[in-house]
C-alpha cells in the first residue's frame, strides 16, 4: 500500500444556501480538497493521509468522522486542548468567491511543532504534499520544519508537490510570502502555481516566465493554471501551452485544489503530464460547474 500524505488546515466552511441569510455548514481546506480529489481518482492500492492538528471544539470530532468517511486516513492528526479549529464563510457573486476568516486561534497553527509526528508522517509516505496556505499559518519554525523534511523527502527519491496558493492576508508581509514560497521549491518535484495570483506578486509576464522563475527554484514539473485559460507545462521536454475548453463557472471553489488531485494521481498512475493535464482540466470543469468545494468525479 502506497500513501499519499496530504498537509495542513482543515476549517469549517458556511457557504450560501440558497440567498438571503441561510447557510450551509461544511469542511473544507486546500489541501484537504486535493486530498480528497486525489482519493477520489487514485487506485485502491494508494492510502491516502492527512496530517492537521485540531482542537477541543464541538466541530473537531465531526472533523475526524468527515475524514474517516471520505476514506482520509487520521493517524497523523493531533489534538489541542486548548485551541479550536479555523472558520470561514464564502460569498459568491457571479461565480467568484469572497472570504471571511476566523482562524486566529486555529490548532492547525501548531501542526509542525511535533517533530517526531512529522517525522513518522514524512517517513511513510511516498508522496507528499502542501500548499502555501499550509505554510502561512505557521511560525518561522514550523515553516522551516515542514519545508526542510520536504527537501529531503524529495532527495530520497519520495514525490513530492506544492502549490504556492498565494493568501497575502495571511503573512506578515509580501516579502515573508515570496522567501517561503520560493523556497519550499526546493523540495517540490512538481509545482502547481496559479498565474494570475503569481503575476501580480511576482511580475510574471507570461505563463512561460512564471514556469521558468519556479524551474529556477528547484521544482522539476511545473503546472501553470490559469483560470480557465491556456495552461503552461514545464518539464524535462521544455515548455509549451495547451488550450483548454472554457468553462462558465457557477462556483469556483476548489477548482485549483480539484486539479492538483486530479493531476497529481494522473501522474502517480503513470500518466504523462500532458494526459494528467487534460485529465485535471477535465475534473476542475465539473468542479466549477457546481456548487461547494468537493464534487463526486469518477476514477476515469
Known sequence: MKTFLSIGEVMVELSQAGG?????????GDTLNTAWYARACLPEDWQVEYLTRLGNDPFSPRILQFLQDSRIGTRHIAQDASRAVGLYAIELQDGERSFAYWRGQSAARLLADDPALLDRAFEGADMVYLSGITLAILSDAGREALISRLITARRAGRRTAFDPNLRPRLWESADAMRHWLTRAAKGAEFLLPSFEDEAEWFDDASLSACAERWRAAGAAEVVVKNGGGPIGLLDASGYRAFPVEHVTPVDTTGAGDSFNGGYLAARLGGATAESALH?????ASRVVASPGALVAVSKG
Open 20 to 28: 438571503g441569510d441561510q447557510w450551509r455548514l461544511g469542511f473544507a
Open 279 to 283: 485529465r485535471a482540466h477535465e475534473i
